[in-house]
Nanobody, 125 residues
Framework: QVQLVESGGGLVQAGGSLTLSCAASGGTFSSYAMGWFRQAPGKEREFVAVIRWRTGSTYYADSVKGRFSVSRDDAKNTVYLQMTSLKPEDTAVYYC??????????????????WGQGTQVTVSS
């Protein structure tokens, strides 16, 4: 059974850094696309970043390009979202997700098959 568990969220000051982790289990994740999404209260869930596990290819939303970096550790079956130069508008619950079939860029929430419970990131001004 596929399980994704996010961790690493917390409170950070604007301009600071934070790294989120997503521990994956129960699937052949080496062939998956792993995405990061975020959702603020009253807003729709939005795409943040995605990494193709096998190749390491990445793609980022315009709002986080140059500030966020997604990576994976094969030995730990874990994907990371390294966030720098954080802004108050980055405040949201961050989710990791897995897509079993890769067809081009996968940036819509309804294209993902599995989701973690989310971890809260709060950026103070």
């Amino acid at each position: 059974q596929v399980q994704l568990v996010e961790s690493g969220g917390g409170l950070v000051q604007a301009g600071g850094s934070l790294t989120l982790s997503c521990a994956a289990s129960g699937g052949t994740f080496s062939s998956y696309a792993m995405g990061w999404f975020r959702q603020a209260p009253g807003k729709e869930r939005e795409f943040v970043a995605v990494i193709r596990w096998r190749t390491g290819s990445t793609y980022y939303a315009d709002s986080v390009k140059g500030r966020f970096s997604v990576s994976r550790d094969d030995a730990k079956n874990t994907v990371y979202l390294q966030m720098t130069s954080l802004k108050p508008e980055d405040t949201a619950v961050y989710y990791c997700a897995a897509r079993t079939k890769i067809v081009g860029l996968i940036t819509r929430p309804n294209e993902y098959d599995y989701w973690g419970q989310g971890t809260q990131v709060t950026v103070s001004s």
